[in-house]
């Protein structure tokens, strides 16, 4: 009996998943709500599109130049962050009318504007063309100063973080620039905080910076694109500071603002990809996917060649799960082989039993007499000990066959995904990944398994354990199956009583299994405290 027992605990131990490193349900509560932003993009994409045709068709209605520039700026502003192609097409636009009105300012605004959008966009050379060498900072006026240092001082930040990647460029450092914006910049400007924010950071004053990030993006509105760059802001910090469940949060909000506003150059969801590899590879994939797509519709110079590196990461964690998949199948072969040698054994002790009835029955046929136990006849006996064997036979033979089938499929699967994988298939392998359900089918069949083997062993187990039980409160489970109560007292019945075993073999929370043991306990007849021991007394 024990020997049964060990037998259908190694059945379920192989049927179990490899446990993956799992997220806080905080931080899967923050994707859950990220992922329906994702779900909801088209609808910002629409409503973004429909101000730009408002504004598009102002364009064309107007005749007035000064309106028509205004308008161009306008459209450029909204453009920025959305396609690099059209906010240049629109800011060109207002360099011609500019020049052909002979409009300085506006001219010299849209010509700061042109060298900003290079920067931002990894067109470094041209940047540093149109702002040092097309514009002269000592002319402009008051109002365009403040606006030409700070461009001069993003470009020197952006420039900083990238200089592997582009042509050697050698302007002025950021602190440069930010000296003298303290001084151009209104004491509480949005923009001279910001500066303050990254001369904290730079100079590791952390806890400084984290406070007066707090108060910026305090007075920010939530759904502005202004608040996805500070919030981003926010998550370097606390990545600094080693708060990696609050960089979570930074990032998730920065995303979300950026899904809001249809921003297609931005660096937060790429981030959150890439914290998700080692944890959540599908989610990760799919998050890089949409960067990607949202990269190149921007048309952005640097932003697609760097998101494309972390598709080497992904090919990398997909060849890493398949050699972990194959780690496990050779596992689950060993396991399959002292699985064999357990029902072997198992065998020689049914065949060592048979031996032992067989004389039994012999001394039984010598002295003409009946069994006395349970008044069964030799007849009855011979039937019974005929059927049992078969039982036990067919119990083996079904298991092997089970679960080699179950390799066989998992081995197939994985085949057909790394093929998707390397044709470079990336959508076709989202879809299947995303319609996977192996994991819920390996659940279903193992159910399968344990309650067809159980009940091979004892079928008379649940009319059984229903005396104990009072007349409302008995169980009548489909045939050959049994439901969650069942199960987890016939695996008392094996002599595994320990509460945690049970449920970690079940796949239920341990709370789940102390529930149930106290609703059925308390439905039992006779004394509660001892009920366990005769469940573990039937078929006995």
């Known amino acids: 009996m024990r020997l049964r027992s060990f037998v259908l605990i190694i059945v379920a131990v192989s049927l179990s998943s490899c446990g993956r490193v799992s997220l806080s349900s905080h931080v899967k509560d923050s994707l859950e709500e990220l992922d329906g932003y994702v779900a ?103 109002h365009l100063k403040s606006k030409y240092i700070y461009t001069l001082y993003d470009f020197s930040r952006d420039l900083s973080g990238n200089s592997g990647m582009v042509e050697q460029l050698s302007i002025p450092d950021r602190s440069v620039y930010r000296n003298e914006l303290y001084s151009l910049l209104p004491s509480d400007s949005p923009t001279r905080m910001h500066v303050m924010l990254d001369a904290l950071m730079q100079d590791g004053r952390l806890n400084s910076a984290d406070s007066l990030g707090r108060i910026l993006i305090g007075h920010t509105d939530p759904n502005s694109h202004e608040y996805a760059i500070y919030a981003y802001e926010m998550s370097v910090i606390a990545e600094q500071q080693g708060r990696q469940e609050e960089r979570m949060d930074w990032l998730v909000k920065s995303a979300e603002c950026d899904i809001i506003n249809s921003v297609k150059d931005y660096a937060s969801l790429t981030v959150i990809a890439q914290i998700l590899l ?25 932003r697609p060649w760097q998101i494309s590196q972390f598709f080497m990461e992904i090919e990398n964690a997909y060849s890493e799960r398949q050699n972990q998949d194959r780690r496990n199948l050779k596992g689950a072969s060993l396991l399959l082989a002292v699985l064999t040698l357990i029902l072997s054994l198992l065998a020689v002790s049914l065949i060592s039993r048979s031996k032992k009835l067989s004389r039994t029955r012999a001394q039984l046929e010598e002295s003409n007499t009946k069994i006395a136990m349970n008044n069964i006849t030799l007849n009855d006996l011979n039937s019974r000990l005929l059927k049992a064997d078969k039982v036990k036979e067919d119990l083996i033979i079904g298991f092997l066959h089970r679960l080699s089938v179950q390799i066989a499929g998992q081995k197939a699967e994985d085949s057909r995904l790394r093929n998707l994988l390397k044709q470079g298939r990336s959508a076709e392998l989202l879809r299947e990944l995303d319609l996977s359900t192996r994991a819920e089918k390996n659940l279903k069949e193992y159910y399968r398994i344990f309650d067809a083997t159980f009940l091979g062993l004892y079928p008379d187990f649940v009319e059984q354990f229903n ?15 049994l439901n969650t109560e069942l199960r987890v007292f016939a695996l008392i019945r094996l002599g595994i009583d320990d509460s945690r075993d049970i449920a970690s073999i079940l796949h239920y929370s341990l709370s789940t299994i102390y529930n149930y043991k106290v609703s059925v306990k308390n439905s039992c007849t006779g004394d509660r405290d001892t009920f366990e021991e005769r469940v573990k007394m039937i078929g006995k």
């Open 40 to 142: 909801s993009r088209p609808v910002y994409d629409a409503r973004k599109k429909g101000r730009l045709d408002a504004l598009r068709k102002q364009l064309g209605a107007s005749r007035d130049p000064v309106r028509r520039m205004d308008i161009c700026r306008e459209l450029a502003d909204e453009y920025f962050a959305y396609s690099f192609d059209s906010t240049l097409f629109y800011i060109k636009e207002c360099l011609d009318m500019a020049e052909a009105s002979g409009d300085k300012d506006r001219y010299d605004d849209a010509s700061i504007s042109l060298g900003h959008l290079y920067a931002k966009s990894g067109h470094f050379m041209e940047a540093h063309q149109r702002l040092y060498d097309m514009i002269d900072g000592t002319k402009l006026p008051a």
């Open 278 to 302: 080692p944890t959540d590879l599908d989610r990760s994939f799919k998050y890089l996917r949409i960067a990607q797509e949202d990269a190149l519709a921007y048309n952005a110079k640097l």
């Open 467 to 481: 005396e104990l039980l009072k007349e409302d409160a008995r169980f009548h489970p489909k045939e050959g199956q």
